[in-house]
Antibody, heavy 123, light 108 residues
Framework: EVPLLESGGGLVQPGGSRRLSCAAS????????MTWVRQAPGKGLEWVSS????????YYADSVKGRFTISRDNSKNTLFLQMNDLRVEDTAVYYC????????????????WGQGSLVTVSS | EIVMTQSPATLSVSPGERATLSCWAS??????VAWYQQKPGQAPRLLIY???TRATGIPARFSGSGSGTQFTLTISSLQSEDFAIYYC??????????FGPGTTVDIK
């Protein structure tokens, strides 16, 4: 088992900010690329952002580019997603997910997922 | 962006029957497709990657096939725990990963 445990979700007003965390255990964290995927209520899955194992390479969906920042603290086995200028359409369950490539980069699919953290953007 | 489509949107199947789910890509993605299962209130679970390779611990009744733009997930004999939503995902157009809209497999 590869636990990934998200935290930090909650209710935020439009234009506000929120930081999500994902605590990882059970694997050598810095050897793996990590990704955030979100799911709006009753909807499908949407890739949000990915980061390489050393944190040196980051990638964003166009829908969040310039507003969200992905980062990681390998000393604490933790992945982050800083979300700024939040919009109603950002309301979703945010999942952190692990890539199976053990070289710090990506194969592009996700072998383990956290349980998700709900972010609700509403006034 | 590569658009993924899935059909049918809902598939009603009796336990023990075979289920065949389809997924199409708007452009060729070779065999860079994964399938996930999601149950209500749970995270997605990886079933298949590389179009046809079962992930660790996935029962043999799940199989995947296809290449290019057309892919299939087959559940050979549906068990009660298999009623869920199934998503395909392409990872050929890296890192702009995209998912299909899902197929709900429910009890007939």
């Amino acid at each position: 088992e590869v636990p990934l445990l998200e935290s930090g979700g909650g209710l935020v007003q439009p234009g506000g900010s929120r930081r999500l965390s994902c605590a990882a255990s059970g694997f050598t964290f810095n050897n793996y690329g990590m990704t955030w995927v979100r799911q709006a209520p009753g909807k499908g899955l949407e890739w949000v952002s990915s980061i390489s194992g050393d944190g040196g390479s980051t990638y964003y969906a166009d829908s969040v580019k310039g507003r969200f920042t992905i980062s990681r603290d390998n000393s604490k086995n933790t992945l982050f997603l800083q979300m700024n200028d939040l919009r109603v359409e950002d309301t979703a369950v945010y999942y952190c997910a692990k890539d199976p490539a053990n070289n710090g980069y990506f194969l592009g699919y996700f072998d383990y997922w956290g349980q998700g953290s709900l972010v609700t953007v509403s006034s | 962006e590569i658009v993924m489509t899935q059909s049918p949107a809902t598939l009603s199947v009796s336990p023990g029957e075979r289920a065949t789910l389809s997924c199409w890509a708007s452009h060729s993605i070779r065999t860079n497709v994964a399938w996930y299962q999601q149950k209500p209130g749970q995270a997605p679970r990886l079933l298949i990657y590389g179009a046809s390779t079962r992930a660790t611990g996935i029962p043999a009744r799940f199989s995947g096939s296809g290449s290019g733009t057309q892919f299939t997930l087959t559940i050979s004999s549906l068990q009660s725990e298999d009623f869920a939503i199934y998503y395909c995902q392409q990872y050929n157009n890296w890192p702009q990963f995209t998912f299909g809209p899902g197929t709900t497999v429910d009890i007939k």
